[in-house]
């Protein structure tokens, strides 16, 4: 644990450049870390959410979900192993609490504990990573903790360092690169198409309408967990006809963007936003839930002026689910 997270340097940048010359780092303030220890730790999120602990033994890190038995989401995280018989998982900080609370829930029942770790957590974004930091990188979808911390390795030009203690109080000086207000980690994500569960949003989500069956946060094949029924059989029977997409748009400075603001189309009502991140005092980037007819027509959101919507594409492929 740490006795004080040190204090890093102030943000020299509040927008990602469309090319990192050097490598960006962000404290990711908006996150927490909760740590299972026990022996029986692995065992219990394997019958808890929505991915397969098993792919710890290749060392590698997962996204994923905790639902609720209607396969609602509790959380969102990222999960590594960070020590002997201790897990990470990373969720966002309005939730730390309240994910916490439904794991302990269960939990009493395993040779195990969960309680959330005062930990530093920083992004490290841009392709000069590579060559740069003072350790070396796994490879893409591997964690490492060789350096003395963990490192997970999220693509080419993207980690993250989890910084548990007092021994890495040194580590962040040593960092190489320009450091970025913790707002343009949410910028990383959207552009990825990634959303996690807020505070906001616990327990109104299925883990499909976060995309998360496209960006690996959900096997279907690991056996049964919490949820686990409803979201197979939106998998295997259901037509999914509404999936979360990127897009922008333009809106006065006195506007803001949240989560379950209506997106209005032709028709009326076609979804709504899930997450936002303002790209300068008038632009906008979202993620909505919206039909995926949505996207081939206009829509706006539900704010003076009908501010129009400009889709955006995702770095992965939306099916057709629905025909």
């Given at each position: 644990?740490?006795?004080?997270?040190?204090?890093?340097?102030?943000?020299?940048?509040?927008?990602?450049?469309?090319?990192?010359?050097?490598?960006?780092?962000?404290?990711l303030?908006?996150?927490?870390?909760?740590?299972?220890?026990?022996?029986?730790?692995?065992?219990?999120?394997?019958?808890?959410?929505?991915?397969?602990?098993?792919?710890?033994?290749?060392?590698q890190?997962?996204?994923?979900?905790?639902?609720?038995?209607?396969?609602?989401?509790?959380s969102?995280?990222v999960?590594?192993?960070?020590?002997?018989q201790?897990?990470?998982?990373?969720?966002?900080?309005?939730?730390?609490?309240?994910?916490?609370?439904?794991?302990?829930?269960?939990?009493?029942?395993?040779?195990?504990?969960?309680?959330?770790?005062?930990?530093?957590?920083?992004?490290?974004?841009?392709?000069?990573?590579?060559?740069?930091?003072?350790?070396?990188?796994?490879?893409?979808?591997?964690c490492?903790?060789?350096?003395?911390?963990?490192?997970?390795?999220l693509?080419?030009?993207?980690?993250?360092?989890?910084l548990?203690?007092?021994?890495?109080?040194?580590?962040?000086?040593?960092l190489?690169?320009?450091?970025?207000?913790?707002?343009?980690w949410q910028?990383?994500?959207?552009?990825?198409?990634?959303?996690?569960?807020?505070?906001?949003?616990?327990?109104?989500?299925?883990?499909?309408?976060?995309?998360?069956?496209?960006?690996?946060?959900?096997?279907?094949?690991?056996?049964?967990?919490?949820?686990?029924?409803?979201?197979?059989?939106m998998?295997?029977?259901?037509?999914?006809?509404?999936?979360?997409?990127?897009a922008?748009?333009?809106?006065s400075?006195?506007?803001?963007?949240?989560?379950?603001?209506?997106?209005?189309?032709?028709?009326?009502?076609?979804?709504?936003?899930?997450?936002?991140?303002?790209?300068?005092q008038?632009?906008w980037?979202l993620?909505?839930?919206?039909?995926?007819?949505?996207?081939?027509?206009?829509?706006?959101?539900a704010?003076?002026?009908?501010p129009?919507?400009?889709w955006?594409?995702?770095?992965?492929?939306?099916?057709?689910?629905?025909?």
């Amino acid at each position: 644990m740490w006795s004080e997270l040190p204090q890093l340097p102030a943000p020299e940048i509040d927008l990602l450049p469309d090319t990192i010359q050097q490598p960006v780092l962000i404290h990711l303030s908006d996150y927490r870390l909760i740590v299972i220890t026990g022996p029986d730790g692995e065992k219990f999120l394997q019958g808890q959410t929505t991915c397969d602990f098993r792919r710890f033994e290749k060392h590698q890190w997962l996204r994923g979900a905790h639902c609720n038995a209607k396969g609602r989401m509790h959380s969102t995280f990222v999960a590594a192993k960070i020590g002997d018989q201790q897990i990470g998982l990373r969720v966002h900080a309005s939730i730390a609490e309240s994910a916490l609370k439904a794991l302990q829930k269960y939990i009493v029942f395993s040779k195990a504990e969960a309680r959330v770790h005062t930990a530093l957590l920083v992004g490290v974004l841009g392709d000069a990573a590579e060559t740069t930091l003072p350790f070396s990188l796994p490879d893409v979808g591997h964690c490492d903790t060789s350096a003395g911390f963990p490192v997970l390795r999220l693509e080419a030009a993207a980690a993250e360092l989890w910084l548990l203690n007092d021994t890495h109080a040194g580590i962040p000086d040593q960092l190489p690169g320009v450091w970025a207000h913790p707002e343009c980690w949410q910028q990383y994500l959207l552009d990825k198409g990634i959303a996690d569960v807020t505070a906001e949003s616990v327990e109104e989500l299925l883990p499909q309408e976060l995309n998360y069956q496209l960006v690996d946060a959900v096997s279907f094949d690991k056996g049964c967990y919490t949820g686990q029924e409803i979201v197979a059989r939106m998998h295997y029977r259901g037509k999914l006809k509404k999936h979360l997409y990127l897009a922008e748009t333009d809106l006065s400075a006195d506007s803001t963007l949240g989560f379950g603001m209506d997106v209005v189309g032709e028709k009326g009502s076609v979804g709504k936003v899930i997450t936002a991140t303002r790209l300068g005092q008038n632009r906008w980037r979202l993620l909505a839930l919206v039909q995926d007819d949505a996207t081939q027509n206009s829509a706006h959101l539900a704010l003076a002026g009908q501010p129009i919507l400009t889709w955006k594409p995702l770095p992965y492929a939306i099916p057709n689910e629905s025909s």
